[in-house]
Structure formats: structure tokens, C-alpha cells
């Protein structure tokens, strides 16, 4: 023996006390002359790595802290309990961590995730009867989850959504397994066909003959009032620009592009595409409802003068002044523009309204477009009489009203697991006067089989869609320091490490 030399490393603190040991640790000599290794110093190897500035114990808890919290975070939350140790310390840790090896899974579900939304996307694969994420891809191309697949060849069941790549990836991968396509995209892919539906029809709705029942809910209370000249141009304008690039979306639709490869050409959103793309007509954009005035709670009072024959807007507004109107005359004479049945006195150039164009009749005010397609989807709020009252109105329209109950059919048949209504649902789409949910029915015949295997089977991607919020959050935690690498990790970690 040479001699002695002294380490200091970290422990569990005690008593909300940092801790540091003051090892004597002994040096031994080499007597072999030919070794290269002159000295040996003592070591712990049970519970102090070589080294090492903590302890085996106090680095488990810093694994636990890291992986659940993340660097930056968990340096700050250790250092409520006397531990010192810096952000990138538990980054270290946690790629110093060997992850478990890869268990046998039979059925697994993949979905997609982003990275940077819009830009690049990768893919997470779970693990449906563990509930454990099984591996994270960095892209989402079916290349990438093929070559996955080819190395996993146990694999006898994959739910996913209704993506065309991911379902062709399955097939050149697995050909083996059985593809179910989720529950929950189905039902979100028809209220999106019933969306673009009504965004065409939906002048065409607002125009259908209001019965007296549903007055009350549907007549709105004031017309929006009436634009400038400026605004009408400007909305005009717009309307052109919207009409020339829904000309050329359809343009390049009958020369063959799908919609990613419009969307990568006109750099323009995928949602816009789509809209445009499968639109019979072009979608004309709904008025816009008035919002809530301070004139609102004296119209009846307004409405019963002008009837009894006063159109003096400053009249009108001195008369509500008296009652609590605290606005100001413009926004009486707004209202009186609408309302006025001859030529005001005191303006001898403005056209007589007797004279001018008809007024076209009011419309009623319906909700939005994707309001209407959940009341068609899923029904009104059984406590909001205004929503069945617009379902009511919009079910004249006969076409609207076949669409209905074959996507009554669908949901009932995916809610119950109906399959032995599929292909007579798929039937009677085919026969529909509708080219919307034709080209729906289309979809799914393309996609027959895993549509079929999501009635019969109990699987479905709620499992996979759950874990992708989980990396999402774990994404977030980081702060921009989440590389793929480590982000990885994290996702994995709770499977197991060794």
C-alpha cells in the first residue's frame, strides 16, 4: 500500500441538509514491474461508481426527478431538498440511461405527432393491451413505419386513423395483421363531409320558410347594418380572390393532383384544400351575424314608432334618451337606414327607398356551419330549444334531410358495432342524391376492411391518442432543449429501464 487520498461525493440529503461524504480511500502499489497500471485505488462499486461525485442512491433519485420533470425544471425542484446538481447533470443522466429492450406486442396502434406543426411529424407506436408507448419513429413517411414493421413480424393487430399512407405502410410491413381503423375518426370524418355540405348549401338553408313555431328562436332580432361602399369593395375584392383559387384547386383536381400535392404546390393550408377540393359549388362564406348592441333592448320601442309612422332617427333617438339610451344618434339612424319607407326631408339627395330595389327578405339567423353538423351528427342540447329549433329548419331542405338519416345509420352502426348494416348502408349511399356522402361512401368502401374490423373488434386508437398528448406534454416541458434523442427517452422511460 502507497498511501491514502480522500473523495467527496454527494448523498441523500438528511434533515433538509445537503450531504457529502469525506472518504479516506487507500492507493495500493503494483509489484509487477511489466504492468502498465502502476497504482490501484479502493473501490465501491455497490454503491460508488469509479469516479463517481454521487452516490448510486442519490443518482436514482435524480433519474426519477429528471425523466418526470425534465432538466431545467428538476434542477430547481431538487434544490428545494439541499441536492446540488445542474440542468444538463440530469440530462446526462437520463441518456446515460440504457432503455429495456423491446417487448412482444401483438396489437399496437400508430398515429402521428408533431414535431414542428405543419413542417415535420413523426410516429408513435403503443402498445394497446400494455398501454405503454413501444417506440417513438422521427418520421411519419411510410417508409420509416414499414422498415419498423418488417422487424416486429409478431405483430396481428394495428388500429389506426383513416390515413392512406399509414394503411399501405401496414400492408407492405405486416402483411399479416389486421388493420382497424378508430372509431372516433370515423365519426369525425362524417361530420366533416356534413360540414362541407352545409358550408355549400348554406344560403341556401338560411332562405327555407320559417314556421311560426320556431320564430322565436331563429328571426333575428336586428339585421346587421348596412356596409359602406369601402367594405362592400373590400368584401367583393376577397370574394374574387376566394373564387379564383377554388377555380384552381378544381382545375388541378380533374388534371389529377391529390390534395397534398395542391397543397405543396399553391402553398396554401391543408384545411383550405380540402375545403375547396371536395366542394360541388364554391362555398360561399355565411354573413356575418350582428353582434350584441347597446340599441338591442329599445328595438321593440323603435320598431312600434316606425310603425306607427315616426322615421326620424334624431326623434327616435332624443325619445330613447328619455328611457336610458346612453349611446350615441349614429347608431340610430344605422337602424333607421334599414328600416326607412320614403325619403328623409332633410336629405334631398339620397334615393327614395319606395323607388329603390327590393329589399331581399330577411333571413334567419342559423348557427355555424360546424354547430349545424353536430346537431345532423350527434342531435341538438336537449336542454337548448334553439338548437333543435335550427336542426328542425334546416331537415326541410330534402337533400340535407337523405344525408341525415344515412349518417343516423352510420353513427348507430358504429356505436352498436351494427356490422351486419354495413354493406346495406353502403348500399343505399351509393343510391343517394347527394354527391357528398357518395364520395363519403367511396371513402369507406376504399377502406372496407378495416372499417369492417373496427365493427367487429373491441380495438381502437383512444389508447394511442392519449399517449400522443402525454408526448406532447412531455414536448413542452422541455423548453426547446427536446431533441428527438431525448424526447425518445422520456416517452419510453416509463416501459422499463435496465
Given amino acids: 500500500m502507497q498511501g491514502w487520498y480522500h473523495r467527496h461525493p454527494q448523498d441523500l440529503p438528511c434533515q433538509a441538509q445537503t450531504v457529502r461524504l469525506d472518504l479516506q480511500v487507500r492507493r495500493f502499489v503494483c509489484p509487477n514491474t511489466a504492468c502498465p497500471q502502476r497504482t490501484f485505488v479502493e473501490q465501491f462499486p455497490e454503491w460508488l461508481p469509479a469516479y463517481a461525485r454521487r452516490t448510486l442512491r442519490l443518482t436514482d433519485v435524480l433519474r426519477q426527478v429528471a425523466f418526470t420533470v425534465g432538466g431545467e425544471a428538476g434542477k430547481h425542484i431538487v434544490k428545494v431538498f439541499r441536492i446540488v446538481v445542474s440542468g444538463d447533470t440530469l440530462l446526462r443522466i437520463m441518456r446515460q440511461t440504457p432503455l429495456a429492450p423491446f417487448k412482444m406486442a401483438t396489437v399496437i396502434g400508430i398515429d402521428d405527432w408533431a414535431m414542428k406543426k405543419g413542417r415535420r411529424y413523426g410516429t408513435l407506436v403503443v402498445d394497446l393491451e400494455r398501454h405503454q408507448a413501444l417506440d417513438v419513429l422521427p418520421e411519419r413517411t411510410g417508409a420509416v413505419v414499414t422498415d419498423w414493421l418488417k422487424h416486429h413480424p409478431e405483430i396481428a393487430i394495428v388500429a389506426r386513423d383513416r390515413s392512406t399512407e399509414y394503411a399501405a405502410a401496414i400492408v407492405a410491413g405486416a402483411p399479416q395483421a389486421i388493420q382497424v381503423a378508430d372509431r372516433w375518426h370515423l365519426l369525425v370524418n362524417v361530420r366533416d363531409m356534413v360540414d362541407r355540405m352545409l358550408g355549400t348549401i348554406y344560403s341556401r338553408l338560411q332562405h327555407l320558410p320559417l314556421s311560426a313555431e320556431h320564430v322565436d328562436f331563429l328571426q333575428p332580432k336586428r339585421r346587421a347594418f348596412r356596409r359602406t361602399r369601402s367594405e362592400q369593395r373590400r368584401s367583393q375584392a376577397s370574394r374574387e380572390r376566394r373564387l379564383a383559387r377554388y377555380e384552381q384547386i378544381q382545375r388541378l383536381r380533374q388534371e389529377g393532383y391529390n390534395i397534398a400535392q ?237
Avoid at 322615421?311 to 349611446?327: C, F, P, T, V
Avoid at 343510391?431 to 374490423?453: C, E, K, P, T, W
Avoid at 391518442?465 to 413542452?476: A, P, W
Wanted: one cysteine or more.
Fill in 262 to 498: 395542391i397543397v405543396r404546390l399553391l402553398n396554401l393550408h391543408p384545411k383550405t384544400v380540402r375545403t375547396n377540393f371536395h366542394a360541388t359549388r364554391f362555398p360561399e362564406r355565411r354573413p356575418r351575424q350582428p353582434k350584441p348592441s347597446i340599441l338591442d333592448p329599445y328595438l321593440p320601442y323603435l320598431e312600434r314608432r316606425h310603425q306607427e309612422g315616426c322615421e326620424n332617427a334624431m326623434q327616435l333617438w332624443r325619445d330613447i334618451q328619455a328611457l336610458g339610451y346612453a349611446g350615441s344618434h349614429r347608431q340610430v339612424m344605422r337602424w333607421m337606414q334599414l328600416h326607412r319607407t320614403r325619403r328623409a326631408p332633410t336629405a334631398p339627395h339620397s334615393p327614395d327607398p319606395a323607388q329603390s330595389s327590393p329589399r331581399t327578405p330577411a333571413t334567419c339567423q342559423l348557427p355555424s356551419t360546424k354547430q349545424l353538423a353536430w346537431f345532423v351528427v350527434h342531435g341538438p342540447d336537449e336542454d337548448k330549444p334553439e338548437d333543435a329549433a335550427a336542426l328542425q329548419h334546416i331537415l326541410q331542405d330534402p337533400e340535407l334531410r337523405s344525408v341525415h338519416d344515412l349518417v343516423q345509420q352510420f353513427v348507430t352502426m358504429i356505436r352498436q358495432h351494427a356490422v351486419e348494416h354495413f354493406d346495406p348502408w353502403l348500399a343505399a349511399c351509393a343510391q343517394a342524391s347527394s354527391a357528398h356522402i357518395r364520395n363519403f361512401a367511396l371513402g369507406i368502401r376504399q377502406d372496407y376492411a378495416a372499417v369492417r374490423a373496427a365493427l367487429l373488434l373491441p380495438w381502437s386508437n383512444g389508447q394511442t391518442e392519449g399517449q400522443v398528448n402525454r408526448l406532447k406534454f412531455i414536448k413542452r416541458q422541455g423548453y426547446g432543449r427536446a431533441n428527438f434523442d431525448l424526447l425518445r427517452r422520456r416517452v419510453l422511460w416509463p416501459a422499463g429501464f435496465t
